[in-house]
């Protein structure tokens, strides 16, 4: 979702200078180019949204490594539980 909202505002801006839909005439000679918004300013709405892309890609990946972590570890225990079940049943029968 990010990253669609990323292409639309990309593509928005992109375009921002050249519309002209409520030019009813021309501009006062004291603009020098026309108005593109204020995107470049401090990384705006596009640089925010690109922060939340890339920090979230990061928590995902972390969230992955933890659980795949947590997995092994779960899986290890498991067999130790039950070598050791084992051992004491036979200790328990002899």
């Known amino acids: 979702a990010v990253a669609q909202a990323l292409t639309v505002l990309k593509e ?3 375009k921002a200078g050249d519309a002209t ?3 009813q005439q021309e501009p006062p ?3 020098d180019s026309p108005y593109k918004g204020m995107q470049s ?3 705006g709405v596009v640089g925010m949204l690109e922060v939340i892309e890339s ?3 990061r928590l995902e990946a972390d969230t992955k490594a933890a659980e795949a972590s947590a997995q092994r570890e779960y899986d290890t225990f498991m067999t130790d539980s039950k070598v050791d ?3 004491k049943t036979k200790d328990i029968e002899h």
Do not use: L, Q, R, T
Request: charged residues 30%; glycine residues 6%; aromatic residues 28%.
């Open 85 to 87: 079940k084992e051992a």
């Open 12 to 14: 928005f801006y992109a």
């Open 41 to 43: 300013e401090n990384g």
């Open 29 to 31: 000679e004291i603009f």
């Open 21 to 23: 839909a409520f030019v």
């Open 55 to 57: 920090d979230f890609a």
